[in-house]
RNA sequence: GCCCGGAUGGUGGAAUCGGUAGACACGCAGGACUUAAAAUCCUGUGGCCAUUGCGGUCGUGUGGGUUCAAGUCCCACUCCGGGUACCA
């Protein structure tokens, strides 16, 4: 009776379908543990072997914590919202539900022939209208709240409307941009003073329209509106998010990005800075994917420092150098700063003017691209606030209107870029420090000692800092302050594949529509484009209003509805909640998170601000959504090469390619075994090859050239899962995808060694057979049978608990080497490993648990325990090195002591041959380890 | 530039707490079975020297250090991968 892996994986395929062996239910008795793996977002290329790895890994953890005892949830789904559907749809003109259906359809079907344990009765689709009426209901939730800075909480925006009908904006400390007061001034119809500056008392607000106080609150909302300059992408024509620009070109499909001013849905995420970076040390996440998030979210600290400069103008720079404070011999301002105009003289005019028009014109891309200095002066100076000395103002490009405030104070001395436009310029370089060189560069060390700097002079930036920071509070002219570089989130998509938003404007007063009347149904459109006027393809639907007013046509962007699905899995067909308060308060946060590093700034970041506003306002317990997580890497492909002869249709094979000029093909991997081409099968792939002729090796073989390359059509080294199941089987696949190395490693894809796993299994199988059929014997197993066991066993365990999921597959090959070789088919010793088999290879181990007699399935069996008793041994067999060269061995009995092991030792025939003749300085015995002799 | 990883046989990798480097598998070589091939099974397999056998010696990217003992810890460097950037 062979191996027959087809005939045994389908069978518990159906059977578990039609058991629902894998759905779930809330059991209180039981301890509970969330498994969760990055749900794909479907596209039309299916699944290759690189997909499956970390399915892979999260359920053989899964199904492990379930013979644990634990209550697994274990879930599914789709993150169908996205581009590829929707420009599909705007080349076919097919409706993008109808793509997005068909691939869900393909993507299901590979994942089933891989044997996951999903419960499929929770699966959730991003664009399903069940799914997508709670992201609209998270929606109203930011839009109806701010971010209280004394609290430190996300609160109903009703608690900041008692506030300002009790005491006006007095008392309230809410998180906002800083002017909002300014764009707040260029609304229509205020009725505050010129003078107002974001101050206003319980009577300016009751006398305040409507309109005027949805204009006020607009800048305390979580979610707002607000006029932002945004990555405008032409080509995609839609808005991109910072995390889907890569090297200034659009993630998908590399277009131009630009950037234009637009109105805007934004989400409040730079409230959160602090907390997305302090809570990091909360969870186990991977080092490198923590230290992503630090770096984008940019904390800084350092002080604001005011410059008065002429026509009553204040400018105000960020440093993280504050120490350097006398050194500063510019301020700098960046092309788009406000005072540019005011401060620029008359002379300087026509230079200003065209050196600010000239850097409009620039795309970031062009300035970032360009690394020529450039900048010009406005023709007015400042006041230094500690020395008086006139300072000149010049504008650079170098400085970035969007961080800190716009301007920055120049220290050559302390600054590289500050040092290369002075020099660019000839500006001063007023050498601050004591023992520092600026013949050729800035000095940066923060260690080193400052001087001409007044009281600051022996003192270095450590010592410095406080210092300064304290003088320029008492000057008013500044104080410590922290900057982050991370900005608030813009929100609004100029597409169609994605939730519409619950808003309409009436009179131009964005309303949001009640949860009642959720969902917002996308509405059809007659083609998937922007309009004639350049509205978003949600301006071409028919009745795209409410009572005659206008819903609003942009739609969320691809991460809305993945920064809650995980929460949304544990009660998906709620129609009331997005999910229960005890579902919730039962399953709580991801345990595991298995998924990608590339989701680090986008994805990783956006679903922890979702959580922490969800536990502010009190609807979930907990403010991290993933406890732990796990990064599988990357699989790569490995392409075949052949070497045609030039000219010729003649080809060579690898080891001989260089004695003739040669061009190097691509041959299809499916036609390569162990880098041995199959050469009838090559002719008959391509017409072109049908008449080739092949020059062979000395063994008459064709050898092929190979290379470690992403996996892609184009280079025919894509391997589809689904090959590999129909001629291994997926519990070869299973096992074979873990054995290949740690699972957050990068590696290429090989399948050479599959048929060494497969064997494997074959020979696992083999130990129940006797005679060719199925057949244990029911014998006590001997003490060497049980220690192969229970070493197996203790080994497994350990593994599994730190996650090496491919040391776990030698420990498997190994045991069933030794049990082949002790001729062991006991039904005492394979049992067990037949449980601890059913994580990796499910089908396998069903079909041996029902042939052992049972009739209940593998997978609820709990988890073999190691008993020492089997693992003791009575001797040990110690190395016995002299001078940390290892020797001999020498078994002693386990229980003797350090120094009965140095007499045995020293009694030895041997050590009197390695001893040279020496006495020996010293003995150093490590019980059940090692002897080392030192000479 | 800065930050974070990594480098072990022909290949993928193992070595978990500083304690026998190379587990397990692939590949390769030889053998058994076979008319032959496939499949299967057995043996060998880091380099060099020696080889009848015992063995010796070098060896975890490079150079140094700590230690009885270093792939593992420390210092300096080289190369590879990832992140990020006129971020003040």
Redesign the pocket.
């Known amino acids: 009776m062979e191996y027959d892996f087809r005939n045994i994986e389908a069978n518990w395929r159906k059977k578990w379908a039609r058991d629902e062996s894998y759905k779930v239910t809330e059991d209180p008795n039981k301890k509970k543990f969330y498994v969760l793996d990055m749900f794909p977002y479907p596209s039309g290329a299916g699944l290759h072997v690189g997909h499956p790895l970390g399915y892979i890994a999260s359920d053989i953890y899964a199904r492990y914590m379930r013979h644990k005892g634990f209550n697994v949830l274990h879930p599914m789904g789709y993150d169908s919202f996205g581009l590829p559907a929707e420009q599909y749809a705007i080349l076919t003109g097919q409706h993008p539900a109808k793509t997005t259906e068909q691939n869900i359809e393909r993507y299901r079907e590979q994942l089933d022939k891989i044997g996951f344990s999903y419960d499929w009765s929770r699966e959730v689709r991003t664009s399903s209208p069940e799914y997508y009426k709670w992201t609209q209901w998270i929606f109203g939730l930011l839009f109806n709240a701010w971010y209280d800075l004394d609290s430190n909480k996300t609160r109903p925006i009703s608690e900041l409307i008692e506030k300002f009908e009790e005491n006006g904006s007095y008392g309230v400390n809410a998180h906002m941009d800083e002017e909002w007061w300014k764009t707040y001034l260029l609304e229509a119809d205020h009725i505050f003073s010129p003078y107002f500056e974001g101050e206003f008392t319980d009577t300016d607000w009751k006398s305040m329209s409507e309109a005027q106080k949805e204009a006020l609150l607009m800048n305390y909302r979580v979610s707002y509106l607000a006029d932002s300059v945004v990555n405008w992408c032409p080509a995609l024509g839609t808005v991109l998010a910072?995390?889907e620009i890569?090297d200034g070109v659009s993630e998908r499909g590399g277009h131009a990005v630009e950037q234009k001013k637009m109105r805007q849905w934004s989400m409040r995420i730079s409230a959160y800075s602090e907390r997305l970076i302090s809570d990091l040390d909360t969870i186990d996440w991977p080092?490198?994917i923590k230290?992503?998030q630090?770096?984008?979210i940019?904390k800084?600290s350092?002080a604001r420092v005011r410059f008065q400069a002429e026509k009553e103008v204040t400018i105000e720079?960020?440093?993280?150098?504050p120490d350097t404070l006398c050194g500063v011999s510019f301020l700098?301002l960046?092309p788009e700063h406000e005072s540019v105009e005011v401060l620029t003289t008359a002379e300087q005019r026509d230079a200003v003017m065209d050196y600010v028009a000239n850097a409009k014109l620039k795309t970031?891309r062009d300035?970032?691209a360009?690394?020529?200095?450039?900048g010009v002066f406005t023709g007015s100076f400042a006041l230094h606030p500690l020395t008086g000395e006139q300072v000149p103002i010049w504008i650079g490009?170098?400085?970035?209107?969007?961080?800190?405030?716009?301007?920055?104070?120049?220290?050559p001395a302390g600054?590289q870029?500050?040092y290369?436009f002075a020099k660019h310029f000839n500006l001063e370089i007023k050498n601050i420090f004591a023992e520092s060189d600026l013949s050729e560069k800035a000095e940066t060390s923060k260690d080193a000692t400052l001087a001409n700097s007044d009281f600051l002079n022996g003192m270095n930036y450590h010592t410095a800092f406080d210092a300064v920071c304290e003088r320029l509070v008492e000057l008013s002219a500044g104080e410590k302050r922290v900057?982050y570089?991370l900005r608030d989130a813009v929100f609004s998509r100029q597409r169609y594949w994605g939730e519409p938003f619950p808003i309409y404007y009436e009179n131009g007063i964005p309303r949001l529509i009640d949860t009642e009347e959720l969902p917002t149904q996308l509405p059809d459109v007659d083609a998937y484009l922007p309009t004639e006027s350049g509205e978003p393809p949600l301006a071409r639907a028919k009745n795209w209003d409410r009572n005659g007013m206008p819903m609003e046509c942009n739609t969320m962007p691809g991460w809305a509805g993945s920064s809650w699905y995980f929460l949304r899995y544990m009660d998906p067909n709620n129609h009331s909640v997005f999910a229960s308060e005890e579902r919730i308060k039962y399953w709580g946060q991801v345990d595991l998170y298995m998924g990608g590093?590339?989701h680090?700034?986008g994805h990783l970041l956006y679903s922890r601000f979702w959580t922490k506003v969800l536990f502010d306002l009190g609807y979930i317990p907990f403010n991290e959504p993933f406890k732990k997580m796990i990064n599988q890497g990357m699989i790569l492909g490995r392409s075949s090469f052949v070497y045609r002869i030039k000219d010729s249709n003649t080809f060579i094979t690898f080891e001989r390619r260089k004695e003739f000029e040669t061009q190097r093909l691509y041959a299809d991997i499916s036609l390569v075994d162990?880098d041995?081409l199959n050469i009838e099968a090559f002719k008959n792939w391509l017409p072109e090859y049908a008449n080739a002729e092949f020059m062979l090796n000395e063994?008459g073989e064709y050898t092929c050239g190979w290379e470690v390359e992403k996996m892609s059509k184009s280079k025919y080294n894509v391997q589809t899962p689904d090959e590999l199941v129909e001629k291994f089987g997926a519990d070869t696949l299973r096992c074979y995808e873990m054995?290949?190395?740690?699972v957050e490693?990068?590696?290429?894809w090989?399948t050479?060694?599959i048929?060494?796993?497969?064997?494997?299994l074959?020979?696992f199988h083999r130990l129940f057979l006797a005679n060719e059929t199925f057949s244990v014997s029911s014998e006590e197993a001997t003490a060497a049978e049980m220690r192969v066991v229970h070493k197996t066993i203790k080994?497994i365990t350990?593994?599994l608990e730190?996650f090496?999921w491919?040391?776990v597959?030698?420990a498997f090959?190994?045991a069933?080497?030794e049990l082949?070789?002790l001729k062991c088919n006991k039904r005492a010793a394979l049992e067990p490993l037949v449980i601890m088999l059913s994580p990796y290879a499910p089908h396998l181990a069903e079909e041996l648990w029902k042939n052992l007699g049972h009739s209940t399935s593998v997978m609820n069996e709990s988890w073999p325990v190691a008993e020492n008793k089997f693992l003791e041994d009575d001797n040990f067999?110690y190395?016995v090195?002299f001078?940390?060269?290892?020797?001999?061995?020498l078994s002693l009995p386990v229980g003797i002591s350090a120094a009965d092991v140095e007499a045995q030792v020293m009694a030895h025939e041997s050590t009197v041959k390695?001893l040279e003749g020496k006495t020996p300085k010293?003995i150093?015995v490590?019980p059940k380890?090692?002897v080392?002799v030192?000479m």
């Open positions: 910072n995390d890569k080092e490198n230290e992503i630090r770096n984008w940019g800084s350092g720079v960020f440093t993280t150098r700098t960046a970031e300035r970032m360009e690394k020529k200095i450039s490009d170098y400085v970035l209107a969007g961080y800190g405030t716009g301007a920055v104070m120049a220290v600054d870029r500050d290369d900057n570089r590093a590339e680090a700034t162990n041995k063994n054995f290949l190395g740690p490693q990068s590696k290429p090989d050479k060694g048929s060494g796993v497969h064997n494997f074959r020979r080994k350990e593994d730190r090496s491919n040391t597959v030698s090959m190994i069933t080497n082949t070789d067999e190395p090195s001078n940390g060269k290892t020797r001999f061995f390695y010293k150093i490590v380890r090692i080392n030192v």
